[in-house]
């Protein structure tokens, strides 16, 4: 000790001090914290970059009333209105008159086999997004609440 005494240059520490730094390695056994869930992303981005949101779906251009329909841009309303042609025997629901045969086989033309399934393709789509999108906001909300001494304070609105 006398020799210790003599070699030792080092700064001395208050009781105190050495104390604490005790505590660290003989204290209270720390907990474990959980790790945060990595959020993925990738399903969004690919819903995001999804070929038919390229792609303009529209009816079939050789059929005669595309040449009206596109120049009104009432597509979606005269394929809503479709709906209710179907279901009222050959009758337009918009103007009440009856229509030709001729009529009807433009209609089902305009809107093609290739027109519906692309219009399928979006609402699926559209469906699809809103899934991942709901289940993304559940794994960030679950990460935000979960109790963690790692993670930043909650910054004010």
Known sequence: ???ELASNTATLQTQA???KKAESVFGPTPTAEAAVT???TAKLIDHETNAI?????IGKEDVDIAAMIQKLGNSD???QGRGFYDVNDGTCPF???CTTEAFAQSLTEY???TFVADSKAIDDLATDYATDAARLQQQLTANIAAPTKFRTPDIPD
């Open 17 to 19: 001090n050495l104390e």
């Open 1 to 3: 000790m006398l020799q």
């Open 38 to 40: 990595a959020v993925d």
């Open 77 to 79: 309303w005269v394929r």
């Open 111 to 113: 809107f093609d086999e």
């Open 53 to 57: 949101l390229k792609k303009r779906v």
């Open 95 to 97: 103007c009440q008159q």
